[in-house]
């Protein structure tokens, strides 16, 4: 009986805690857009909503402890039935001078030994059912595999060197999103990747970090397939700065110096001063200690930009990563960037993707990319006397921003 009922609290109880992780992530997500939500004047849509689900919570939660509660009277049922049933057999039993009443007392002296272990077991098997519910969900989060994984027999070393892309095809949950992207670059060159929104610029970046892996085609290091690399080494040559930051609820100083605690302060104040935003650190009152809050709540747009470029540019990585990173700044901050990476990374390769073309105009290779090709190629001056896409949309942000200018 036991076992039956034991059948249904797990299956029960792994329904409440899927339910109680999706209102967990409801009081996540809407906390974490309030801004957003209030803005809209969405207040009562967004309440209604988390009532709903608060609502199914608890509907999932009292049939879980409807299973749960009839374990002890089960038990104690069990229990009651087989005192009733001993009193009465060996009442009969005594009538017929089958056993003694010192029998009859033995018996039920035995009978209260075993029940109460009996019992125990009862509550283990119940607080079991449910402990292993939760182990499940652990243990299939655990066993979840990355698509990308180390080589078998990986490269001794590594180090940089020329950069060569030779994909025929990618394609991402059976969507092709890179088709015949073929293009070398050297050791200490800039690569500029611009194009419209979804052409595939950081679908190219993420498969150098191996985020991804190519389907069909290699990306190559130095000459070697960069799979037959070490995750570790390969990564440990790269600074990435995503599009999207992330900045941990501590001071500017941990998070600039994230990927090495033990870097000199000095070292800070330089990566900071190449992103320019050691400025605008010395201008809050607590410096380089300031809590910034949770993902940077409290920094402009600009600020998370520059200090995720800083935390990057301190380990002066062999290859620097900056993906669509100087979308938040203004056109003087973006060149003074631009010209610090120049003067201090002339030996180390620099992937920078924009749409803002004035942040690749310096670059050795340019690449305009479009539905996941790529449909022009070269130097800045080449390109615009080529009269295609780069040339059109350069001269239209550069008659944008003499506009903006002339409005100032």
Same mark, same amino acid.
């Not at 939500?37 to 199914?56: D, I, P």
């Not at 009969?92 to 010192?102: D, E, K, R, S």
């Not at 920094?299 to 301190?314: D, E, N, T």
């Given at each position: ?239 990435? =700065?995503?599009? $999207?930051?992330? &900045? ?8 600039? %110096?994230?990927?090495?605690? +033990? #870097? ?96 690749? =105009?310096?670059? $050795?290779?340019? &690449? ?8 022009? %190629?070269?130097?800045?001056? +080449? #390109? ?25």
């Amino acid at each position: 009986a036991t076992s039956r009922l034991g059948r249904k609290t797990h299956k029960a109880f792994g329904e409440s805690q899927a339910a109680f992780s999706e209102l967990n992530n409801k009081v996540q997500e809407s906390v974490s857009g309030i801004k957003v939500t209030k803005s809209f004047g969405y207040q009562e849509a967004e309440l209604q909503s988390f009532q709903e689900t608060n609502k199914m919570t608890f509907k999932k939660n009292m049939h879980t402890m409807k299973y749960d509660s009839l374990f002890d009277p089960l038990v104690l049922l069990f229990v009651g039935s087989s005192y009733v049933l001993t009193l009465l057999f060996g009442a009969f039993m005594i009538q017929a001078n089958q056993i003694t009443v010192g029998n009859l007392v033995t018996f039920i002296t035995y009978l209260d030994m075993l029940v109460w272990p009996l019992m125990a077991i009862g509550f283990l098997f119940n607080i079991t059912q449910r402990g292993n519910v939760s182990y499940q969900r652990i243990e299939n989060l655990l066993e979840q595999e990355s698509d990308v994984q180390n080589p078998t027999h990986p490269l001794p070393s590594i180090e940089n060197g020329r950069l060569e892309y030779a994909i025929d095809r990618f394609a991402f949950e059976d969507e092709d999103t890179l088709l015949d992207i073929h293009f070398t670059l050297d050791k200490g060159q800039t690569l500029g990747l611009v194009g419209q929104t979804g052409s595939g610029k950081t679908a190219l970046v993420k498969l150098l970090l191996r985020e991804h892996d190519v389907n069909q085609g290699a990306i190559y290091l130095n000459g070697h397939d960069i799979r037959d690399y070490r995750l570790s080494d390969l990564r440990s040559l790269m600074g990435y =700065v995503p599009q $999207d930051q992330f &900045l941990f609820a501590s001071s500017i100083l941990d998070n600039v %110096r994230f990927g090495n605690t +033990d #870097l000199a302060f000095d070292k800070v104040e330089e990566a900071t001063k190449l992103a320019q935003v050691y400025d605008d650190i010395k201008d809050m009152p607590e410096g380089f200690e300031t809590i910034i809050g949770e993902k940077g709540v409290s920094l402009s747009g600009g600020q998370k930009q520059r200090l995720a470029m800083s935390r990057a540019m301190i380990l002066n990585p062999d290859i620097l990563i900056l993906d669509d990173s100087l979308s938040a700044v203004d056109a003087k901050t973006e060149h003074a960037i631009i010209d610090n990476l120049k003067h201090t990374r002339k030996d180390k390769t620099t992937i920078i993707t924009a749409h803002r073309l004035s942040a690749v =105009v310096h670059a $050795d290779l340019i &690449l305009v990319m479009q539905e996941g090709r790529i449909i022009e %190629r070269g130097r800045h001056e +080449d #390109l615009l006397s080529q009269g295609g896409w780069y040339a059109k949309t350069y001269e239209s942000q550069q008659l944008e921003m003499e506009g903006g200018e002339v409005d100032a």
